[in-house]
């Protein structure tokens, strides 16, 4: 299953950018990234796809929980992941409305550039987790 991150606005070439290019390169998945202009639609999606929307409002899952729903939805044979990461305003009610999943990340409201980070290393703990790597520690 492709894990797809779709993030409105550039990244750039700074310190959060190679963040989640550190964590991106361990995954075994396969991976993607497709950066939208502030205006920009978003990308159709794939037959069989799940969408996921970071929301500061969504569903407040750990990390085993996380791991359990990327497994299901590879099991039931989901060709893609889209990880939905918006700008300062978010995403749309139409988008919001058609998602699989509106998952936050705790009460705060996180910038695009390390929500982006903290998917991307999220990602990487869930598919270790699913590979029995000794990445994840529960407390």
């Given amino acids: 299953m492709l894990l797809h991150i779709v993030a409105r606005g550039k990244i750039g070439r700074g310190p ?3 963040l989640v290019q550190r964590y991106l390169k361990r995954i075994s998945w396969p991976t993607s990234v497709t950066e939208l202009p502030e205006g920009g639609r978003l990308p159709a999606a ?3 796809s799940v969408t996921v929307v970071l929301d500061e409002k969504g569903e407040q899952i750990g990390s085993v929980a996380f791991s ?4 299901r939805w590879r099991d039931d044979g989901r060709r ?3 990880f939905l ?3 300062a ?3 749309d009610e139409a988008a919001r409305a058609g998602a699989d999943l509106l998952l936050g990340f705790g009460k705060a409201t ?15 703990r ?3 987790i699913l590979a029995n790597h000794p990445y994840h520690r529960e407390g």
């Fill in 16 to 18: 959060e950018a190679e």
């Fill in 46 to 48: 794939a037959e069989g």
């Fill in 68 to 71: 359990q729903r990327l497994a």
């Fill in 80 to 82: 893609e992941a889209r």
């Fill in 85 to 87: 990461i918006g700008a």
């Fill in 89 to 91: 305003d978010g995403w």
């Fill in 110 to 124: 996180w910038p695009h550039l390390l929500a982006r980070a903290m998917l991307a290393e999220q990602l990487w």
């Fill in 126 to 128: 869930a598919t270790s």
